[in-house]
């Protein structure tokens, strides 16, 4: 037994490499590139679609990524319990919960 090896994990590229290909180079590299909006505007954006959706796995990155470009840890609170009346009190409370994640791993909590 000491013999056997635990295979090495199935990443995402290795699993759907298109899918990882169209998410870097049209959404990443063309859509959050365009001049119409601010990458601030955008995140903002996100955020608001994922909490209202209840897209709780793809939450903590964007939350970074809205800290990334700019968003302050205040305006997402406001964002999230601006979204709590009109997504729901349970995805804002799990959404705030992801930020308090985020922020404790990030160290940017106040």
């Given at each position: 037994?000491?013999?056997?090896?635990?295979?090495?994990?199935i990443t995402l590229c290795d699993l759907a490499?298109?899918?990882?290909?169209?998410?870097?180079?049209?959404?990443?590299?063309d859509v959050w590139e365009r001049p119409g909006l601010s990458k601030r505007d955008r995140s903002?954006?996100?955020?608001a679609a994922l909490v209202s959706l209840?897209?709780?796995?793809?939450?903590p990155f964007h939350l970074r990524r809205a800290l990334e470009n700019g968003v302050t840890q205040d305006e997402l609170v406001?964002?999230?319990?601006?979204?709590?009346?009109?997504?729901?009190?349970?995805?804002?409370?799990?959404?705030?919960?992801a930020l308090q994640r985020v922020l404790g791993d990030t160290?940017?909590?106040q």
């Amino acid at each position: 037994m000491d013999d056997e090896q635990t295979p090495a994990p199935i990443t995402l590229c290795d699993l759907a490499p298109k899918l990882v290909s169209l998410t870097d180079d049209v959404l990443f590299g063309d859509v959050w590139e365009r001049p119409g909006l601010s990458k601030r505007d955008r995140s903002l954006i996100t955020v608001a679609a994922l909490v209202s959706l209840y897209r709780t796995e793809q939450l903590p990155f964007h939350l970074r990524r809205a800290l990334e470009n700019g968003v302050t840890q205040d305006e997402l609170v406001e964002e999230i319990t601006h979204l709590a009346f009109y997504a729901g009190w349970p995805s804002a409370i799990t959404a705030a919960t992801a930020l308090q994640r985020v922020l404790g791993d990030t160290g940017r909590s106040q």
